[in-house]
């Protein structure tokens, strides 16, 4: 199929379309119904995207190319390789998920949710497989609408606030992305990205687009210290957005990193390598201890998101201080690799952690999200204080959980350039542990805290469902993250090819 | 003496049919009794219609540019495109000014009448291709909406504002004559192909009249349009008019003012380049940042918009400036003007149609819960207000990438990297009107009213707000008209 793609991105779309027509509440089983169909049949559209996947090969797949603008020659081009394919599939995954738990939790202006969510999980896929930057760009800014009224519209008391800080803060990051791309296109006169790749450019002007690409995609991970905004739009989202933003929106910004920064200004990447280094660590430490003293179970979810998403940036950006010191590809590949993975990973555990602080609070009498709150959980709740368990396991790093391997490749890989870098790196696992289990023992353990918890029941069929899907995601990547690392092979190593710059791309 | 030579009569069809038009509507009205009033109003929006079409026939039948009358007239790809423009626009203006002034007991015939002479007088405008009918088409433009702003008799604002935009109006007027003036004592000339060449031969000897000549002459085209330093009417005059003559006021004299800034900066005076484009540099960062960041403040809808245009025209003249130095510059002015024209108007449209005869829903305020009360017309706000704040899919982003594409070309990165710092600012005033329809429960005070629109006024509203976001998905045809007329 030609147009897999397309369909894969306007197929939510027009689902929203339709599931706003149903008008008001009085029909919000019509929009419920509609929207989980399309979530549905686009999850299953990622079989044959799976199944038609050239994994031995880097090059973009199923392709579509259209000119859109001529006079900017801007193309509607798309493709995927199997870093995009990957995010893609997940993108789907946590779309379904997300729909479900808006089916269950949202009571007020369903159809506008159910569309909301719906559209943000085209552009999501928009951005993952567009070859064109202006494309890219589009629907990369695209989704911060839904995702701005998503968060304005059903988040909690001080939502305003949060969703213009989150909308103004990305908009700000990606402008001058948007003057780069410029800029590369009157280097080109094209859009195309692979095009951009091959550019020799003066490393000065390298170091000016490595800032431009900077400040958008730190933004999006975000990277300390442009990452307050992450805190206020995690509490104040609804447990879905929430979700979206944790599962999905954070790996935009990793997939610019590599997708437009390493590839695309490969010196000013080796040189500045150390910054980003330097920020992914902080992010670890710095915002791992930040965590602990979380009274507020969404912040301190937010805040290991960021702690964790410095594991990814650390993996992308230690591949330059290995080949250096081994002189090899071995460890960067598995360094990269690692990377994606722990994109996948964290989706899986922070996205569950997420759901789960969402049925906490819609059943608590206030709503509230404060760890104090809870006490006992486990005597009123059993089944979803196992499932709670494990995806707390995950975001520690487990082995046998998703979250055990991403950390382990990185870190691996790390000690073989640089001791320090890794020791720092390696006490995640302890400030991992450290929050995340203090709190389940504070929420879940111990005496039943209150009459308000007394009376709190335990989860219905549909969030079974769920966690089910979620558990199942955990321990595939945790067990057998083969079929995964399979499809990322030949792409990793190709990008690895790109972002060398030439001094160093001699080693091999 | 030349020889007298006959113009060609044909090419200026369009404004004697609209004018023609004008005064037998005039003589129509007075017969006709206050409920048969939609009869001149029929009347109006047909012959827009008809001279809408007279204009597409004159774009197949002149492909190249043709000068008549002793060479005051030129009938080129800007002048139909503007035109076409300007009829599109100022339909859907009138539509939207129908209930409004009924209910407000505006005398309706005459409303429409003083506006198709604006229209005429913006036809000219987009013509005009010597300063004295560039002074005439401004003029005729003009002196309308001041009389449309005071019809609201019973409204002191717009009295105010009437008088305010007359004087000022007078003021720009006067220092545009003063630069005229001065450039014909130079030149001799007052056409614009005659300027052009004289000036290429004076360049040396007299710089500096000249200068003194531009300056004078930049001060008026920037009253006109509203841009800073000479703004401050703009918030005044555009809270103070019933809206529907806002609405018309900030839509189509807005592109007619553009081709003239063509006419004059680019055609007459390629020899001082160098001059106007420092000004528009510095006019231009002025009006963004004072624009958007008064616009901040603002708690009435309308003057946040007027502060928002001037803003806009900031923009607009960013396309202009770095037009000599890329291919694309001017036809991206164009096209910004274009598409914030039709967003502005929409946007005005829907203050009009969410206040009625009672009182005027004009504060931010108002538009609490508008998604509560009525989803479609709060949707179409939204795609409004992103568009201005230039987020795609909307128009507005292919709008400000134009621009912003213009500039790189043109070596002004810093200048785009301060437009894009802006724009930012300028995104959260949007996003707070957004925010107060969906993230708000209605005022209690407005809760149940009803907002009725006819259906035209719903068919105009839902295609203007549609307009927003189609021509985001699909701008390829508006950038190549833009692009064909100012090739």
Redesign the interface.
Known sequence: MHSLLSILIWLPVVGAVLALMTGGDKNANIARVISCLVAIANLLLCIPLYLGFDSSSYAMQFREDHL?????QIHYALGVDGISLAMIILTNFTGLLVILAGCNAIKI?VS?NMAAFLIMQGMMIGVFAATDA?LF??FW??M??PM??SI??WGSTN??YA??KF??YT??GS??M??AL??L??QTTVFEIQKFYGLKLDLHIQKFLFFAFFLAFAVKVPMFPVHTWLPDAHTEAPSGGSVVLAALMLKLGIYGFLRFTMPIVPEASAELAWIMVLLSLIAIVYIGLIAIVQTDMKKLIAYSSIAHMGFATLGCFMVYEIIRHTGTYRDAYMSLEGAVIQMISHAFGSGAMFLGVGIMADRYFNHSRLIKDYGGLANRMPIFAAFFMLFAMSNVGLPGTAGFVGEFMVIMSAFQAHFWIAFIASSTLILAASYTLWMYKRVFFGPVKSEHVEVMQDINWIEITNYILLAAGVFFLGLYPEPVLNVLHATVGHLLDQSLPAAMGEVK | MNQFIMPIFSVAIPEMFVLSMACIILLVDVFLKERHRIVTYILVQSTLVIAFLITLTQYREYPSPIVTFSGNYVLDKLAVLTKLFVFTVSFFAFIYARNYIKDRNIASGEYFIMGLFAVLGMQVMASAYSFLTIFLGLELNTLPLYTMIAMWKTSRASTEASMKYFVMGALATGLLLYGISLLYGVTGSIEILGISNLMQQAMNQQQLVMVLALVFILAGIIFKFGAVPFHMWVPDVYQGAPTSVTLFISSAPKIAAFAITMRILVEAMPTLTVSWQQVLIAVSILSMFAGNVMAIAQTNIKRMLAYSSIAHIGYTLLGILAGPHSSQGYSAAMFYIATYVIVAAGAFAIIAILSNKEIELDKLDDYRGLNTRNPWLAFMMLLLMFSMAGVPPTVGFFAKLGLLEALVEAHFVWLAALALLFAIIGAYYYLRVVMYMYFEEPKSSVAGAKISMSPGVLAAISVNGIAALILGLLPSGLIDMCRISVA
Request: glycine share 6%.
């Open positions: 859109w603008v001529p006079a900017y202006k506008q202006i760009y589009v800014e695209g911060l609408i701005y009224l304005g519209m939502r305003s969703s213009i909308f103004l908009f700000l402008i001058l948007l003057i410029l800029y296109y009157n």
